[in-house]
């Protein structure tokens, strides 16, 4: 028996304890916290053990599929880029599961909490072992579902039960997108099939799809007086479900306000289970994108955009949780530049992208989980009343410095020395300027390190603002309990080293992905297809684009410490409701009066809501008064009711002579 | 014999349970006839060939054959799933109402038999005399039920329930008639035999006389459905009704049943069949949107899931129009998705009126602190009802909207647009009534007793059970619809 028969159970044991956590979690100690640990650890175990092998064999490919109905199926399948997620996922959730058995000790619901987050990680597994589209968006939507649930956990707070909804809606507008875009595919393979599917095909598993993009790709139709190819149709809409999760412009909304809920919950959202899901959703139906015209460089722009724009208004949060939030959201922006800058580099895309997906989860996990302990010890998320907090916790601040060198991305360019983040963000942006170099533009570039000059300010900031200095309120505070600060010590290993162990094998092993026994795709065939001109290999950039991002890095944490640890800038003046860029950045650019208070209350729900009641009642109207009607018309006939005996006959006789001559009519005219 | 006694059962037992005098003797009686009927479905069920698409337990005696009426009775997988869903929620129903204190607890659920005992008739009945005396038969208990038990504006609404659908089920038999003397025309003998009339109607030679018989028949089956713009009886009639009349409308079907009956092996004989593929696709996807948007637009409960069942009855009819066999079958899985989910949805609303005294959303709030059980639910019920995955409603809404995209893409687009708005009612009807602070003004609420516990959970293990293994119903329902599609092709359609 090999390991990889048992990959069905990775999403299936955490499912599995959900059930069996919430009926009898109560019962148990820590509400049954150690069902869904040994449930994830086990599925971690499966996940690791199935990446080794593919480490030996990339080409032994799991795939396990059975009928669900009509002619589709559910399935697993786990090659490179599922096995790295899947291990990765496990793995954080696994922490988190174990940091939340201190964290979450003091709660009632714990039980609650537990089968909720097991739940949350079996979705977010099976999304991401799925051989078919329906399955993955199925998984998809349980994540929706598992989010809501958990950012609305405390649902006693009117302000959880808000954001949860939120949430979910924001989210859900994506969802729509995708769920159209697997609409579409469906009735154009479909229609490629002539509408006989045979016995035993599944039209919507990856494989099946991919062997019809060239068909898929010559189909198109015009829609307002553009011809719209089909396979660009479908991805863009693939990649509008993956703005929503993945919190890309303007569909990040929800993602700051998320952190309503316990902040664990924040961390598997942020790092595990919930928002990596867009950014995978692009790298599994990645030979589409290649060969749909158009497709990758909305990606690549609305990807770098969200990077930029995300970092500023990461700069002026004074809640710790929301800086961190909105640099989620830029470095999501990060990976989905990185996805769409495979124009350029082809399918090497996919594995710089999921190299910093990996290495984002682990110290991004890190940062909240330490946010987790500071709010923990000191009760509040407002880095103003903070201050010095290194002195009472030291092993957080330690971690939590290291998470932060990690995100900035410090490292020696051309050497293996680096924290995590270094070796996966350079690579994005050096793919970003071989992409201006072979001819793209430069604007993907000059983004992307503006981004990592503000990523490096804004976390650094957060740094000197929480850990250093004198207290500036009385807090009190102690050191997290140990089984907190065992999860951040590993994390924070793991972004110490990660990137500098794995950085040689990492991207060729992902990048083997879709060149295997299972879908055999010919990448430049593809790119050809989407038109997309792809670099011959570009040999060496010149020092300065090596040493760009590092240079810009380290000036960031020179800024911040200027600012906030020396304090030799007066921020004050800045910092004033009269300041317009600052009025703008600390109101997040409108977006919360535009997007939900006009758009969604006002238009939809006042506006057009009710417009519909009041045609309702127009309708109702109608009927009633066909009703009135036949009443009045009836009291009117009632007058004819003499009871004179004489009258009724002539009507009688008046009406049959009618008919009769009406039925003559009739016949002579048929 | 089977089908006559799941036809019958019910029938002779609301006569019995008129004749009790308890509260306890009328409930146990009407019990025993549901689990005698649910046990029969299911023998009928386990014994049921999904396979084919021909009739099966078919019954027959000749009854006045100088105008070709006979007792003939037969089902297939249209009508079995539906059977099974009606057999399955009544029980429950019964136990639902268990500890209920009312007036007249006899003549309550004697109509509540007398309900089912139609409604099954109807998706047995293979002759049109027997189908319209059921189809009619099911107004009257329906009528009595809102007018006396029901709200405050009880005559109101039974009234204007009863008028609209019987003159929509008066169009309906002139529909019925056109056939039936049409049929007798060509051939020489009279016969109210559905498969013998279905199978004639391609030989009437004029083109509108078809026309005319097929809109006919639509019509009564679209208003019983019902989809816009022939609603309005829905809101008034689903509200008023006490909860177990809600239920009862719920379980009703028969408009639904008759499209897949009898207008889809129609359709492609008219004379324009495109024609009538717009009126039922674009009547499906504007319902599916209008109704969302008036239950986004209620601040009463019951009337926003009145509105809510309105918008997914839209998607029987699209799916119908998409005449594809994923489409026609998800639009029958619809009708079964629908009765489950929107059962438990009026409960939940009859539970809430109960305890607290109102079903205005906004004056109730934080409810799940006090009713946890009912709470859990009431998530996963809405969850199912706004379509998420995993849960029954996401099987049909997902089948008819890639099976209908083939054909009808527009419309498509616009239920499309519904899903936004439809989540978006749903969790604001949860965020208000179930989650935030507890008002304390709602008094002493307790939560949903065991009988409710029992038939609510059942419900939503179905729910969820179907949801993801939707094989045991919907295969006989694939079987069905590719056998239509089969009678299509080449057609032109």
Redesign the interface.
């Known amino acids: 028996m090999a390991v990889g028969d048992y990959a069905f159970l990775i999403p299936l044991l955490p499912a599995l304890a959900f059930v069996l956590t919430f009926f009898l979690g109560k019962k148990l100690p820590n509400g049954g916290a150690i069902i869904p640990i040994v449930a994830i650890a086990t599925s971690f175990v499966i996940s690791l053990l199935i990446t080794l092998g593919l480490l030996q064999n990339p080409e032994q490919v799991i795939n396990q599929s059975v009928t669900?109905?009509?002619?589709l199926n559910l399935g697993i399948l786990v090659d490179p880029l599922a096995a790295v997620m899947l291990t990765m996922v496990t793995f954080v959730s696994l922490l988190i599961h174990i940091y939340s058995t201190g964290y979450m000790s003091h709660d009632r619901a714990q039980y609650r909490y537990f089968a909720e987050t097991s739940l949350f990680t079996a979705s977010m597994l099976s999304l991401i072992i799925s051989d078919n589209i329906?399955q993955l968006?199925?998984?998809w939507?349980?994540v929706g579902?598992c989010s809501?649930?958990l950012i609305?956990f405390w649902?006693?707070?009117?302000a959880a039960?808000?954001a949860?909804?939120k949430a979910?809606?924001t989210t859900?507008?994506g969802?729509?997108m995708f769920?159209?875009g697997?609409?579409?595919l469906?009735?154009d393979l479909?229609?490629l099939y002539n509408?006989s599917i045979p016995e035993g095909v599944f039209i919507l598993k990856f494989d099946e799809i991919f062997s019809q993009i060239p068909q898929l790709a010559a189909m198109s139709t015009p829609v307002l007086g553009f011809q719209v190819n089909h396979l660009t149709l479908i991805t863009l809409l693939f990649f509008g479900g993956a703005i929503g999760k993945s919190g890309q412009f303007p569909l990040h909304v929800w993602l700051p306000d998320a952190m309503e809920g316990p902040t664990t919950v924040s961390a598997l959202i942020h790092a595990a289970t919930m928002v990596t899901a867009g950014v995978y959703l692009v790298a599994r139906t990645f030979p589409m994108f290649m060969a749909a015209p158009d497709s990758l460089m909305v990606v690549a722009y609305l990807g770098a955009f969200t990077a930029i724009f995300a970092a500023t208004m990461g700069l002026v949060m004074n809640d710790m949780k929301r800086v961190l939030a909105y640099s989620t959201i830029s470095q999501l922006g990060y990976m989905m530049l990185g996805l769409g800058v495979g124009a350029a580099i082809g399918a090497e895309a996919v594995g710089i992208s999921m190299f910093h997906l990996i290495n984002h989860a682990f110290f991004k996990a890190l940062l909240f989980l330490c946010a987790g302990s500071v709010i923990h010890a000191v009760g509040t998320h407002d880095m103003r009343q903070l201050g010095g907090v290194a002195k009472v916790m030291p092993i957080t601040a330690a971690t939590m410095i290291i998470g932060a060198l990690a995100l900035a991305g410090i490292g020696i360019p051309d050497t293996s020395i680096g924290f995590s983040g270094f070796f996966s963000k350079d690579a994005i942006i050096e793919a970003a300027y071989l992409f201006g170099e072979n001819g793209g533009g430069w604007a993907l570039y000059a983004l992307s390190i503006a981004a990592a000059l503000l990523t490096s300010i804004y976390i650094f900031r957060l740094i000197f603002m929480t850990f250093f200095g004198k207290p500036r309120t009385a807090y009190g505070g102690h050191e997290a309990h140990v089984s907190m600060t065992i999860p951040l010590s590993i994390l924070a290993i793991l972004a110490l080293v990660f990137g500098a162990l794995t950085m040689e094998r990492f991207n060729t092993f992902v990048s083997e992905t879709f060149v295997n026994n299972f879908v055999h795709m010919d990448i430049p065939g593809l790119a050809e297809l989407g038109g997309y001109h792809l670099a011959s290999h570009a040999g060496h950039e010149p020092l300065i684009i090596l040493w760009l991002p590092v240079i810009v890095g380290v000036a960031g944490l020179l800024i911040a410490y200027l600012i906030y640890g020396l304090k030799v800038v007066n921020m004050d003046k800045l910092v004033s409701r009269n300041n317009p860029i600052y009025k703008l950045l600390y109101n997040r650019y409108y977006q919360n009066a535009i997007l939900t208070n006009f758009l969604?209350v006002k238009v939809?729900?006042e506006g057009?809501?009710?417009a519909?009641?009041a045609v309702?009642t127009g309708?109702?109207w109608v009927?009633n008064w066909i009703?009135d009607v036949t009443m009045d018309t009836g009291d009117a006939l009632r007058q004819l009711q003499t009871g004179v005996v004489q009258n009724y006959a002539m009507v009688v006789i008046t009406g049959v002579s009618l008919l009769v001559i009406l039925i003559t009519v009739v016949m002579e005219v048929l | 014999m089977l089908l006559s006694l799941i036809v019958l059962i019910p029938l002779i037992f609301a006569v019995l349970t008129l004749l009790t005098k308890t509260r306890e003797q009328a409930r146990a009686m009407a019990l025993v006839a549901t689990v005698s009927v649910l046990l029969l479905t299911i023998y009928t069920y386990f014994n049921f060939d999904s396979t084919t698409a021909a009739t099966q337990f078919e019954e027959f005696y000749s009854w006045v054959p100088s105008l070709g009426i006979s007792y003939h009775l037969g089902i297939d997988g249209i009508s079995l799933p539906l059977i099974l869903l009606n057999a399955i929620v009544m029980p429950l129903l019964i136990l639902f109402t268990w500890n209920d204190d009312r007036k007249a607890p006899n003549r309550f659920y004697s109509l509540i038999l007398i309900t089912q005992g139609a409604v099954l008739g109807v998706f047995c009945a293979l002759d049109f005399f027997l189908f319209y005396v059921f189809w009619e038969l099911t107004l009257i208990p329906l009528f009595f039920m809102v007018s006396i038990w029901g709200g405050p504006k009880k005559h109101y609404a039974s009234i204007k329930f009863f008028i609209y659908t019987h003159v929509a089920s008066l169009v309906m038999l002139l529909g019925i008639f056109g056939l039936y003397f049409a049929a007798w025309e060509t051939t020489g003998t009279p016969s109210l035999s559905i498969p013998h009339l279905l199978a004639q109607f391609q030989f009437i030679e004029s083109g509108i006389t078809r026309d005319l018989i097929f809109l006919a028949l639509l019509f009564g089956f679209i208003v019983k459905l019902p989809v816009f713009p022939f609603h309005s009886w829905l809101p008034d009639a689903y509200t008023e009704a006490p909860t177990a009349g809600s239920v009862l409308f719920v379980l009703l079907k028969i408009g639904g049943y008759g499209i897949f009956k009898i207008m889809l092996p129609l359709l492609p004989f008219t004379a324009s069949p495109n024609l009538m593929i717009t009126i039922m696709g674009a009547l499906g996807a504007v319902s599916i949107l209008y109704g969302a948007f008036l239950a986004l637009a209620q601040k009463d409960l019951k009337r926003m899931v009145a509105y809510s069942s309105l918008s997914h009855m839209g998607y029987v009819t699209l799916g119908a129009a998409g005449l594809v066999s994923l489409s026609v079958s998800g639009a029958m899985f619809q009708q079964f998705s629908h009765g489950l989910i929107m059962s438990i949805m009026f409960m939940s609303c009859g539970v809430i009126n109960k305890a607290t005294g109102t079903r205005i959303i906004n004056e109730l709030g934080g409810l799940a602190q006090r009713m946890p059980k009912l709470a859990v639910i009431m998530v996963l019920t809405f969850m199912a009802s706004l379509g998420l995955p995993g849960l029954t409603g996401f099987i049909a809404e997902f089948s008819v909207l890639a099976g209908s995209f083939v054909n009808l893409q527009g419309y498509v687009v616009i239920a499309l647009m519904a899903i936004v708005i439809t989540a978006a009612y749903h969790l604001w009807a949860l965020q208000r009534a179930m989650f935030g602070v507890y008002k304390e003004k709602l008094g002493n609420v307790v939560d949903i007793n065991g009988y409710q516990t029992l038939a609510m959970g059942v419900i939503a293990i179905l729910i969820l059970y179907f949801g993801l293994n939707p094989s045991p119903v919907l295969d006989m329902m694939l079987t069905n619809s590719e056998h239509i599609i089969g009678l299509m092709a080449g057609m032109g359609v």
């Not at chain 1, 649902?155 to 009117?158: E, F, L, R, V």
């Open positions: 669900w109905f009509a002619m329906l968006f199925i998984s939507e349980l579902l809501y649930l609305g649902y006693q707070k009117p039960a808000s949860a909804k979910f809606l859900r507008i969802d729509v769920l159209a697997i609409v579409v469906f009735s479909f229609r509408g969604s939809v729900y057009l809501a009710f519909g009641r309702d309708f109702d009927v009703g």
